[in-house]
């Protein structure tokens, strides 16, 4: 049994980590080494955490300072630059007020850059393209700019997305009779610190709603949880993962809820028509970026295939590797708990993903508390190897994926799914 004392100088490492990191003047993008080293150091304090509070049940001090680590990561995860995506955020946000429909107007267009500062309509990217994110990411985006106009709104919302995870995380862990001190997973994990609270992704929206639709589920409020798990799919799509496990603990008389609430969130935006889906189309089915399994099926498949043919026929072994890892999840579900059925049917999706940007990863962070091994935690200890991308970027002076990179930010992970499965077939 490992004693808990040693937190408290690694949550002090990783509280020091994380400010020497928000004071630099510059970003990753200047100075990739030392930002991913940064994050990689945090995300080995988690882990190191991780496995403190998964050998002996953490008394009520331990379990206030991982919070108060936490909290303190994420206020000073705010000081980081953050994404070119919050540039879109606040022209669609503003376009929503000015009665703009987003899906059919793009960013780049004057009608919406009139609506925003000079400097946060140059910096739009993709500006060509309408609306990628549903309905209700929309509504964040036009509350934010409504509330506190321009970017630090957006890093706010972010941050405050993010302490509500590590709260409901907690919730969940009590709510499922587990260890609280495997919040330490979530409440000391680089994702949302960095690329959350720091970069201001609206992925951490749709991760709080989630998990606050899972643990209303556990709780056995049915409907409250189908509305919640919808909300947070209507914010980004990932989430829609979650649906079959929330109707299977919950009743599948439940689908209708899903159906009435899409077609609200929609029905403001019907007259852009085909944009409403458009650009989220055009994003799923041809860009690919830092995938765990799209490169090497890349490598494999383009001697094999005509060029014209190579992106239809990644796409379709994609597809086919989900629905089957879909399928083996699922057979399994009798003997897993919710929270842990809904991470492991969401690791999926991201494992199954062309592209893989280290934010998305919110879709699982705060259901680690419910992982069984370590490679789920592992992978989004090693989030920050995608910063290393930036020493390609500064040679070249443009945006490109590094293939070693890439490999190396999913290998770990990959190498402890081994191990782990070779121990269960020999125990």
């Known amino acids: 049994m490992i ?57 009520r001090p331990a379990i206030a300072w991982i ?45 919406a850059t009139a609506l925003v500062e000079p400097a946060i309509a140059a910096r739009v990217n993709h500006p060509q393209m309408t609306a990628i994110y549903p309905p209700v990411a929309l509504g964040f985006e036009a509350l934010v700019m409504a509330v506190h106009p321009g970017l630090p709104g957006f890093t706010a919302l972010a941050c405050v997305g993010s302490l509500a995870l590590i709260v409901l995380a907690l919730a969940l862990l009590r709510a499922t009779g587990a260890a609280p001190g495997l ?13 959350a609270s720091g970069e201001a992704h ?11 639709g899972v643990l209303l589920a556990v709780r056995g409020h049915g409907r409250s949880a189908v509305l919640l798990v919808i909300l947070a799919a209507l ?40 944009g409403l889906v458009a650009s989220l189309l055009t994003f799923g089915g041809s860009l690919h970026y830092h995938g765990a399994l799209d490169p090497w099926l890349r490598l494999a498949l383009r001697p094999l295939l005509p060029a014209e043919a190579l992106e239809p026929a990644i796409r379709g072994v994609l597809l086919v590797a989900l629905l089957c890892g879909l399928a083996w999840v699922w057979r399994r579900r009798a003997a897993l708990p919710l929270p842990t059925l809904v991470l492991h049917l969401a690791a999926m999706l991201l494992v199954c993903l062309p592209t893989l940007h280290p934010w998305y990863l919110c879709l699982i962070v705060g259901l680690l508390g419910a ?11 090693c989030a920050g190897i995608y910063w290393f991308h930036g020493v390609g970027m500064l040679r070249v002076g443009e945006w490109v994926e590094d293939p070693v990179v890439t490999a190396l930010a999913h290998l770990p992970a990959a190498v402890v799914l081994a191990v782990e499965t070779w121990r269960r077939r020999h125990v």
Not at 185 to 190: G, L, Q, R, S, T
Not at 242 to 261: K, Q, Y
């Open 3 to 59: 004693p808990w004392w040693p937190l408290l100088p690694l949550g002090s490492v990783a509280i020091a980590i994380i400010s020497i990191l928000a004071w630099r003047d510059a970003s990753w993008r200047e100075e990739p080494v030392l930002f991913a080293g940064g994050a990689l150091a945090l995300g080995a304090v988690m882990l190191a955490g991780l496995a403190i509070a998964r050998t002996r049940p953490l008394p």
């Open 235 to 274: 914010v980004k799509p990932f989430a829609a993962i979650a649906l079959p496990a929330i109707f299977w603990r919950v009743g599948w008389h439940r689908v209708g809820i899903v159906a009435i609430v899409a077609m609200l969130a929609y029905l403001p935006f019907l007259g852009a028509g085909s």
């Open 67 to 111: 919070l108060a680590v936490g909290v303190a990561l994420n206020l000073l995860g705010t000081g980081l630059w953050h994404s070119d995506d919050v540039n879109r955020y606040a022209v669609e946000g503003a376009q929503i007020l000015a009665g703009q429909n987003p899906y059919a107007i793009p960013p780049g267009d004057p009608r």
């Open 202 to 212: 609206n992925d951490i929206v749709m991760a709080a709603l989630l998990v606050g």
């Open 371 to 381: 992982a069984r091994g370590w490679t789920l935690p592992v992978w989004t200890a």
């Open 183 to 195: 919040v330490v997973a979530v409440a000391w994990n680089p994702v949302l610190p960095i690329f």
